[in-house]
Nanobody
């Protein structure tokens, strides 16, 4: 059974950086688009970024504003989300996910993903 495990979260101050990692266990990711989502307390889970299977195409949520970079290492079955210039409103649990179908290039909708990690907490203090 394929599992995704996120790591790299933590507590930082406004303007600082974090790099999240997503490790795939029991499977591969090279045939699928991958995505990052987040869920803040009291809010719905929302799209953050998506990356095509060979990193040729990326798409980001508007609130990213050039601060985040999604990348992948298919040889290691890992996906990353590098976050710079963090703001308190970036505080959330961050999830990585694998697309449901290999035909997706990138995907913004949660329903287009069927394998999810447990999430890693990111807290940004002002």
């Amino acid at each position: 059974q394929v599992r995704l495990v996120e790591s790299g979260g933590g507590s930082v101050k406004t303007g600082e950086s974090l790099k999240l990692s997503c490790t795939v266990i029991g499977g591969e990711i090279d045939m699928w688009a991958m995505g990052w989502f987040r869920q803040a307390p009291g809010r719905e889970r929302e799209f953050v970024a998506s990356l095509s299977r060979r990193s040729g195409r990326t798409v980001y949520a508007d609130f990213v504003e050039g601060r985040f970079t999604v990348s992948r290492d298919n040889a290691k079955d890992m996906v990353f989300l590098e976050m710079n210039s963090l703001k308190p409103e970036d505080t959330a649990v961050y999830f990585c996910a694998r697309a449901r179908l290999t035909t997706y290039v990138t995907a913004r909708d949660q329903t287009e993903y069927n394998i999810w990690g447990q999430g890693t907490q990111v807290t940004v203090n002002s």
